[in-house]
């Protein structure tokens, strides 16, 4: 009998389907939390220290957010887990989102710290198509070539006489209003509009003689010296130069940084490329001008540009036009004769800064005080040497506030970005110089903000702040009041505000805190407005980068 085969083995059950796991499974999601919330403590920790630091407080911003973005999309990339579907997928999505929100917004205003603080669609008109269609309904303007013989023109020259604002900061640069008084009760008689239209972009003020008032305006591809009718707010002339300068990031903005100056019936104007131009302030016909970062370089190599473009008000005392290209040699301030153009002396071997210059006696010596990328210089006015430099500055190397002079032998400086205000003694022995520190405020932090004294005590905005500060001691009196990176005007016992969102606000200068007495909206708040008002036989100008206003306050 045959054997009978064995039985077959019953096959093995078929095994479960695999199901494809993430690679590390939900473990590598502890990663990516673990990032995010060493972002967000980093943060904090940074928030804390800079609490009192507008400036650092927003700007930690960037310390920690793109370099915490930059590690989450490594880990999402790389180490996530997810298929390369999935992670190439919400990559692109994201991307996707990124080029048609900017395609279909654009980032519209920077404020003083720059940060983004407006953003708008790309069809609605914007500021900039208000001002074209503005200036094209101007009467045309011929251009008048400048003249060879110094001459301006026949023309009736324009003579400044009381009351008058000639140039930066006033008379004297002070900011401050002399025998004037403000009617602080604005709640049954504001003030009146007398006139305000758009206007071309520039951080320029206004110089005011009579009827005239004259600014600096970014009018296409041309740089634009405009004379307005005070009281009406017409164009009288204007002066246009191709040139055309465009800061390297969005903060800065395009077109003019520099208050035009006035003397003796000729206009002094400088553009945000350097050139120094002297006009006819009667018609704005060119008598001479100078590429002052040319001048003061090497022959095919100028002087490079400040970031932000040059942006320091011409000087005009004596003979002299002084204005501060910086550069090597011996050529970083520079004065020219104010009525040739021709250069008559220069001095000091050192980087520019977006202050302007002014003079000062001091421990008497008339001096020229320049605020330079990394301190305060000061510099003979006959001849231009320097004698005696201060290093005061910070990282981007803005010293955008002027120096004020608190006593024959002493002076305050400040800058913002942490950094704050030194009040500086000096001395001397014949000719050598020693400048020593009395005191330093990391409290009062004017970034391109300048103040005012009176009684004793400075009055302005630290990081955006109204701060009162003993200039004896630089122990700070009171802190009140938000109106970011403004500008303020002393008149009489009263402090006038313009705010970075257009408001005019009044507030007594007082030792102790006070309350606003008065306000209104002057301008769009959707500008930036870090332009100095004016105040001139009782009506006020104010402009920013988009419009103009004249308002009587008397």
Known sequence: MMPTAPAPQDAPPPSKPIVPQPNGGRGRWKIGAALLALACLAQSVLWALWWEDPTHFKMSVLFVWPAAVFALLNWWTFFSGWSWRVRLGVLGAGCAAVVVFFNLFQLDRF?????????VPVWRPSADQAARDFIASLPATTPVPATTNGSPSDAVPLVASDGDWPGYRGMDRMGVVREATLRTDWSVRPPKELWKHPVGKAWSSFAVIGDMAFTQEQRGDSEAVVAYSLTTGQQVWSHLDPVKWSASDAQGGTGPRATPQFDSGLLYTQGATGLLSCLDAATGRGVWSADILKDAGTPGSPVPNLGWGTAGSPLVVDQFVIVVPGGKDEKSVVAYDKQTGQRVWSGGSRIASYGSPRVETLLGERTVLVPLGD???????????????????????????????????????GCGYGVGTVRLELSREKSIWTVTQRWHSNRFRPKFNDFVLHNGHVFGLDDGTLTCLDIETGKVKWKSGRYGYGQILLVGETLLILSEDGRVILRRAATSVSEELASFQALDPNGITWNHPVLVRGKLLVRNAIEAACFELE
């Open 111 to 119: 404020d003083g710290d720059m940060v983004p603080t407006r953003i």
């Open 375 to 413: 301190g305060l210089a000061g510099h003979a006015l006959d001849d231009g040497r320097e004698l005696w430099f201060f290093k005061w500055g910070n990282g981007p190397q803005v010293n955008g506030a002027q120096p004020l002079l608190v006593a024959d032998n002493s002076l305050l400086f």
